[in-house]
C-alpha cells in the first residue's frame, strides 16, 4: 500500500509564495518517480513538475517555468514544490503523484504514468 500525503496549500497573495510538500508512505522501501499535476475548477488536470528517482532529472510546464522548483530528500520519502510569484491563475487544487519504474533517469510528465495519488490540496490566489 502506497499513501501520498500532501500538505502545504493555503491562501496568498499573487506574487508570493508557498512550499508544497508530499509524503510518501509504503510498507517496504522504495524510490519512487514523483510529479506534481494541478486541477482548476471548470479545467482538466494538468501537468506541473515532475522529478526523476535520483532528483537529478526535472521538468517543468512552461506555465511555471522559473517560478516553480521541485525537489525531493529521499532520506524522508518527501518531495516539494517550491511556488514562488504565484498568479491568480495558479489557483487550483494540486495533487502529488507517484510511481515506481526502478532505478532508471526518467521524468514522468503524463498523468497516465502514475498509480499513486494524493487527496490533493488547494491553492488560491488573490489578486
Known amino acids: 500500500q502506497v499513501q501520498l500525503v500532501e500538505s502545504g496549500g493555503g491562501l496568498v497573495q499573487a506574487g508570493g509564495s508557498l512550499r508544497l510538500s508530499c509524503a510518501v508512505s509504503?510498507?517496504?522501501?522504495?524510490?519512487?518517480?514523483m510529479g506534481w499535476f494541478r486541477q482548476a475548477p471548470g479545467k482538466e488536470r494538468e501537468f506541473v513538475a515532475a522529478?526523476?528517482?535520483?532528483?537529478?532529472?526535472?521538468h517543468y510546464a512552461d506555465s511555471v517555468k522559473g517560478r516553480f522548483t521541485i525537489s525531493r530528500d529521499n532520506a524522508k520519502n518527501t518531495v516539494y514544490l517550491q511556488m514562488n510569484s504565484l498568479k491568480p491563475e495558479d489557483t487550483a487544487v494540486y495533487y502529488c503523484a507517484a510511481d515506481y519504474r526502478g532505478y532508471i533517469e526518467v521524468v514522468l510528465t503524463s498523468s497516465d504514468d502514475y498509480r499513486y495519488w494524493g487527496q490533493g490540496t488547494q491553492v488560491t490566489v488573490s489578486s
Open positions: 522529478i526523476s528517482w535520483s532528483g537529478g532529472s526535472t
Open positions: 509504503r510498507r517496504t522501501y522504495r524510490t519512487y518517480h
